[in-house]
């Protein structure tokens, strides 16, 4: 694995970055040494850094603000049918900001993401359950590859549309998660191989790893993954959607 320096950590991961032509949200960084500033120059050392890029079938998720998601998934792949059928569905579907009870809101969203699923060309029969606290909505289709998306790409952003409609119809606070097929369990068993293997990863090195950023359902199951290993600790940095897991050994109290 490449190792990168700098007078910082922050530079040496800079160094690595731009070396390897990534973002940070694309690598997986490791912290070898924080370095030393020294005294008159004595002792001086630099930051030492690994960096790698991130497996893209166990680790890619995607990073894009909601904006820029739509974008390029409406644009230019899609017909502008689904851009049109956004757009309507905003005016039609939009009830008064805030003010709906749960069951409204999710009906609403439940039209929403029907419409939005047909303008796809991948019409969905939208179900709405509820499984360990949150409000999972299925679509069943049969193109359920056109909703997927390469890498969970579409999917993700219908992800990311829903949780952004409900937030503006709803009185509520929910958080909502969005199925296609068998998609998110798939998913799930391919999170908990990612945090065990990172856990052992950190245990060897006695350094924190730093995970791309991933929707909040998903990094909570990596906590809950982690939670009963106690050599091993975890803890959210960064804004949504950029927010980022970090794995680091438990600090030890004497």
């Known amino acids: 694995m490449p190792i990168y320096e700098g007078l910082t950590v922050d530079e040496a991961i800079q160094e690595g970055l731009y070396a390897l032509g990534l973002n940070k949200d694309q690598a997986v960084i ?38 820029e998601i739509i974008e390029e998934i ?11 059928a956004k757009s309507q569905a905003d005016t039609e579907e939009k009830p008064n ?6 069951d409204e809101a999710l009906t609403h969203l439940a039209l929403y993401l029907t419409n939005i699923s047909k303008a796809l060309n991948a019409p969905a029969l939208v179900k709405t ?24 790409k579409t999917l993700n952003a219908l992800q990311y549309l829903a949780q952004v409609y409900i937030h503006r119809i709803a009185a509520n606070k ?3 998660v969005v199925n296609v097929g ?48 106690a050599q091993i600790q975890t803890h959210s940095e960064g804004d949504e959607p950029y927010r980022y897991l970090v794995v680091e050994p438990a600090k030890k109290n004497f």
């Open 97 to 102: 900001a805030k003010d709906l009870s749960d």
């Open 74 to 84: 409406l644009e230019p792949e899609l017909e502008e049918s689904v851009l049109t």
């Open 174 to 176: 929910l958080s909502v």
């Open 182 to 229: 068998d998609y998110r369990e798939k998913r799930q068993a391919i999170l908990e191989r990612l945090a065990n293997r990172t856990a052992e990863k950190v245990k060897r090195t006695g350094r924190p790893v730093f995970l791309e950023p991933m929707p909040a359902f998903e990094r909570k199951q990596i906590h809950s993954a982690l939670s009963k290993d």
């Open 129 to 152: 359950a509820r499984e360990d606290g949150l409000i999972v909505f299925h679509l069943d289709t049969q193109k359920q590859g056109l909703l997927i998306g390469k890498h969970g």
């Open 30 to 67: 490791d912290v070898l040494d924080e370095g030393k500033k020294g005294f008159l120059g004595i002792g001086k050392k630099n930051a030492r850094v690994s960096i790698e890029r991130s497996a893209a079938d166990e680790s890619k998720i995607i990073t894009e603000s909601v904006t």
